[in-house]
Nanobody
Framework: QVQLVESGGGLVQAGGSLRLSCVASGRTFSRYAMGWFRQTPGKEREFVAAISKSAGTTYYADSVKGRFTISRDNAKNTVYLQMNSLKPEDTAVYYC?????????????????WGQGTQVTVSS
């Protein structure tokens, strides 16, 4: 079992940047592919980005490609989401997720482990 705690959300103007962090409990962080999802009221949770267990491969939703960067530090049990050139449509609750499957699978299958979420609000 892995527990995830996100931080770094907040209010930012359009064009600005934020970095989200997600710290995982336990000693087996490197056994999990990690990802970020987001959700706005009335909509389904959507995939944002994923990173493989070794950090060798990353995947992004088309809507964030070129603006967001996912990374991880296995020594710190932490995954990051660097968000640049933010747009009002990026406003959402952002969730960290983990799966013992692959990062590629995370984009199409619901991962089993979730954090509590952190709010990101981008003003126009």
């Amino acid at each position: 079992q892995v527990q995830l705690v996100e931080s770094g959300g907040g209010l930012v103007q359009a064009g600005g940047s934020l970095r989200l962090s997600c710290v995982a409990s336990g000693r087996t962080f490197s056994r999990y592919a990690m990802g970020w999802f987001r959700q706005t009221p009335g909509k389904e949770r959507e995939f944002v980005a994923a990173i493989s267990k070794s950090a060798g491969t990353t995947y992004y939703a088309d809507s964030v490609k070129g603006r967001f960067t996912i990374s991880r530090d296995n020594a710190k049990n932490t995954v990051y989401l660097q968000m640049n050139s933010l747009k009002p449509e990026d406003t959402a609750v952002y969730y960290c997720a983990a799966t013992s499957s692959t990062a590629q699978a995370m984009a199409v299958m619901t991962p089993p482990h979730w954090g509590q979420g952190t709010q990101v609000t981008v003003s126009s």
